[in-house]
């Protein structure tokens, strides 16, 4: 890693101002980021503009001019933009880390849209005071992945970031072998992670760890106010209590669809919910609880079916964080006590979805016993190694197929019972389910299955497809992909192949936190 003093480019003239910015955390003041600027990169190229996500919030098409790829470069600063890198700090694989930051994240500002303010982040746009030796960039391959898993998320219903632009330059940047440099356009209402509010209470600075607090719940999280109720008026409980019942949802959201985020560190926890930070993450293949995407997860802290409990150790660091607001020790264990009832509760909720058994008013009982089922299936997926992607849409399409069979039969379940070899015992478990739910509603029910099991997720190869096809200059297919994501409940006839079982070689790709 280099040692080299930050560079203090000056930037040229800006493009005209075209958003309407806010900077409404930097009122924080300078113990919560430093003013800095991109560092320039050489010979900028667009690989991809998401105009679908530019007209959702209401930015003019100028933005994706040529006189804005150079401000999305990081050569030209907006006019009315304020760069800016943030500290925070963060426990990493299970170790207090101390303090990280921006390292290559450079904040631009709060724009005005059409969803409200929100914040732009230039991803790889060079070495910050936060960067520890880190050289400030992001290689192509990475930020591929994050611009195009960002919207295949969004596609999925699933919060997250999103990725507004991705821009190429053919700077060398040196990983494991030497790559090209890349920076992502990424925006959200705010990104503050865990880890900000981990970083000033472990600093003993309660009075900035309470305008942080306050910062977020007035301009982010105004819920809480309401939800104090529930606190005897303890607004910080309520913000803890937020942000649990979210991050439960979103992990709920993430284990339904074979998600895996690969670094769950705390600092890679975002405040919001939302899903943030693409490194090593995977849509799994094979169904197999123990998965581990991170090529370096040696322990495998992070595996598929940890995700959920470690979402809740690192929810017991936020909550140690905000421990000197809340200021009540049983309070805070009860806030944090709410997750085990609601994560299996939105678990739950997500999987029936997947089997079309909706109804949130649903009684105890009924959530139960579908539970089982739910648990009984996943069983016979692992034990099967079975795609988890392909079999959830195969088996809405055997769905809709029985649904208009005027008696089942074993032969009507081909399209599911043929992705596996014990088929007597998802024979019998496919008996079950029709019994519970009833053969009249398997029709709506199929319908509703279509729309909850996609056809289309951002597996390892077709990600490296579109890397492979980047880095020998054609970005084509990054927007092929994006097409496919961003709508992946549809059928898009004619792009059968890329709802297809991954190919051999795609057992060997090894994604790791280099990024
Ligand atoms: P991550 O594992 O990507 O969440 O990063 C952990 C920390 O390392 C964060 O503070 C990042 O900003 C920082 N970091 C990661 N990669 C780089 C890099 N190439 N240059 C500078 N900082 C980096
Ligand atoms: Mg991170």
């Known amino acids: 890693m280099s040692s080299a003093p930050l560079e203090t480019p000056t930037h040229p003239a800006s493009p005209l101002p075209v958003l309407d910015w806010t900077h409404r955390l930097t009122q924080l003041g300078p113990r919560f980021w430093t003013s800095l600027q991109p560092t320039p990169v050489a010979a900028p190229r667009w690989a991809a503009r998401n105009t679908d996500l530019l007209a959702a919030l209401g930015w003019p098409d100028a933005l994706f001019d040529d006189e804005h790829l150079q401000a999305f470069a990081g050569n030209a600063l907006m006019v009315g933009s304020h760069p800016l890198a943030t500290v925070y700090s963060g426990h990493q694989f299970g170790q207090w880390a101390g303090q990280l930051g921006d390292g290559r994240a450079i904040w631009l500002g709060e724009a005005a849209s059409a969803q409200g303010p929100q914040e732009i982040q230039l991803k790889g746009a060079g070495r910050t005071p936060y960067s520890r030796g880190g050289d400030g960039r992001a290689v192509l391959r990475s930020s591929i992945r994050e611009y195009l898993c960002s919207e295949a998320m969004h596609g999925l219903g699933i919060a997250t970031t999103r990725a507004l632009c991705l821009v190429a330059s053919p700077e060398p940047v040196r990983r494991e072998t030497l790559e090209t440099a890349a920076i992502v356009a990424r925006v959200a209402p705010s990104f503050l992670r865990f880890g900000h509010f981990e970083h000033f209470s472990s600093q003993g600075d309660t009075d900035k760890l309470r305008a942080l607090a306050d910062h977020t719940i007035a301009h982010h999280l105004p819920e809480c106010l309401e939800r104090a109720e529930r606190w005897q008026g303890n607004v910080y409980a309520a913000l803890l209590d937020e942000v649990q019942e979210r991050t439960a949802q979103l992990l709920a959201q993430w284990q339904a669809v074979g998600f895996c985020h690969g670094v769950m560190n705390t600092d890679n926890m975002s405040l919001l919910g939302l899903t943030i930070d693409y490194g090593p993450f995977q849509f799994m293949d094979a169904f197999d609880p123990g998965h581990i995407c991170n090529h ?158 996609p056809k289309f997720v951002l597996r390892n190869h077709l990600a490296e497809m579109a890397i492979r096809q980047a880095q020998a200059g054609d970005f084509s297919e990054i927007e092929t992909l994006h097409n496919l994501l961003k709508s992946p409940f549809d059928e898009h006839p004619g792009f059968e192949a890329y709802a297809d079982l991954p190919p051999d070689w795609a057992g060997q790709l090894e994604i790791s936190c280099s990024s």
């Not at 940890?306 to 264990?333: E, F, G, K, S």
């Not at 809709?400 to 089942?408: E, G, N, R």
């Not at 043929?418 to 009833?438: H, I, S």
């Open 296 to 453: 370096s997860d040696h322990q495998g802290r992070y595996a598929y079916g940890r995700q959920p409990n470690v979402a809740y150790w690192n929810l017991y660091c936020l909550a140690q964080a905000l421990a000197p607001l809340i200021d009540d020790h049983d309070m805070t264990l009860q806030v944090l006590e709410g997750y085990k009832t609601l994560f299996p509760r939105f678990m739950g909720d997500a999987m029936r979805a997947k089997l079309g058994l909706t109804g949130d008013l649903a009684p105890e009982s009924e959530r139960e016993a579908d539970w089982t089922l739910v648990e009984d299936l996943m069983q016979l997926m692992a034990a099967e190694k079975v795609d988890f992607t392909l079999f959830w849409r195969q088996l809405s399409q055997a769905v809709v197929q029985q649904s208009k069979a005027t008696t089942l039969t074993d032969a009507g379940w081909s399209a599911v019972t043929d992705l596996v070899l014990d088929r007597p015992r998802l024979l019998a478990w496919l008996a079950r389910y029709t019994t519970r739910a009833g053969q009249p509603n398997l029709s709506a029910m199929g319908q509703h299955m279509l729309q909850t099991n």
